[in-house]
């Protein structure tokens, strides 16, 4: 079962594809995208991938998601 706060879906069809619509482009993020933190976030692309797998394991245990 997908998690609802994450509003994820089930496909009807999961064997046929279908294009993901994007939230929003590149060009339209802008001035009310909210930055957090001090400018010491890490550079996601270049980030060692044991790491990043831990950091997108806090975020979900921070939403409240269970193993």
């Known amino acids: 079962m997908p998690d609802r706060g994450l509003g ?3 496909s009807a069809k999961p064997d046929e594809r279908v294009a993901v619509v ?8 802008g001035s009310d995208v909210v930055v957090q933190g001090d400018g010491e976030e890490p550079d996601l692309l270049t980030m060692d ?4 797998e831990g ?3 806090e975020l979900f ?4 998601s269970r193993r």
Do not use: N, S
Request: no cysteine; aromatic share 4%; glycine share 14%.
């Open 55 to 57: 950091l997108v394991a």
């Open 8 to 10: 994820g879906r089930l």
């Open 61 to 64: 245990r921070a939403r409240g």
């Open 49 to 52: 991938p044991i790491e990043f």
């Open 22 to 29: 994007p939230l929003r482009e590149p060009g339209q993020v």
